[in-house]
């Protein structure tokens, strides 16, 4: 009895800790789903799971806004949410072809709101906790999603925006196109899809950009602040 009592304990404190860091709920969940996108990308419920990942992501992510930015900028994700999951249920279960820019266009500006309000929590004070930490890895991954939507928009508003090594004419599938965001993101320059048209090359150069400036800014002084906390104890 006493060691189902300890276990039961055990439990509960490691829930407690978990809530403590819901950053790390959502980085966890946005790794998760992209390492689960490829075994149901092309299959015949693809698309129904593609559409529940994309829920529980955002979810997540609005859960995350809730908590570190406030009713108002809450109310605006909510906003932006749940038009875009509907238009995606629509466009994919629907077979709405026309949908589908307007529904990527409306889960990136999600995004971007979501990592906006994250950026803001971890520049709000000048001590870098843990979850901190964890946020600006969550951050990175709603930015990669969010230009990934955008990549997806540009290329059904102008097929043939990107091509690739292998298969070069076909449109590139959401997998790659994350492949692709995520490249250019970290600006590691391994990437095998490449922007061909002008806009799709000037949407890419803005990633870029965004990227070099997030880990310049953002992540150098949440480094900063960790150290500066070390050597002050």
């Known amino acids: 009895m006493p060691t189902d009592t300890a276990a039961r304990w055990a439990r509960l404190r490691l829930l407690a800790r978990i809530g403590q860091h819901p950053s790390a709920i959502l980085l966890l969940g946005q790794l998760l789903a992209l390492l689960a996108y490829p075994f149901v990308e092309g299959t015949p419920a693809g698309a129904a799971w593609f559409g529940a990942f994309g ?13 570190t930015a406030g009713h108002a900028r809450f109310i605006v994700a909510l906003a932006l949410a749940v038009p875009a999951v509907a238009s995606n249920l629509v466009a994919t279960a629907g077979g709405v072809a026309w949908l589908a820019p307007w529904s990527a266009m ?8 979501a990592a906006a309000c994250l950026v803001a929590y971890m520049l709000a004070d000048r001590r870098a906790t843990s979850d901190e930490l964890f946020a600006a890895g969550a951050t990175f991954t709603l930015l990669a999603w969010a230009f990934a939507h955008v990549f997806m928009a540009c290329q059904a508003l102008q097929p043939g925006c990107f091509g690739a090594v292998i298969d070069a004419a076909a449109p590139r599938s959401w997998t790659e196109l994350l492949f692709l965001s995520f ?3 970290s600006s590691t320059g391994i990437g095998d899809v490449v922007p061909l048209t002008p806009h799709a090359r000037a949407l890419a150069s803005l990633e870029i950009f965004i990227g070099v400036m997030y880990l310049t800014l953002v992540v ?8 500066l906390s070390r050597s002050e104890r």
Do not use: D, N, P, Q
């Open 55 to 67: 829920a529980v992501v955002l979810l997540l992510a609005m859960r995350m806004v809730h908590r």
């Open 220 to 227: 150098s002084r949440l480094i900063g602040l960790t150290v």
């Open 183 to 185: 490249v250019l993101l």
């Open 106 to 113: 409306l889960e990136a500006l999600f995004y971007f709101h």
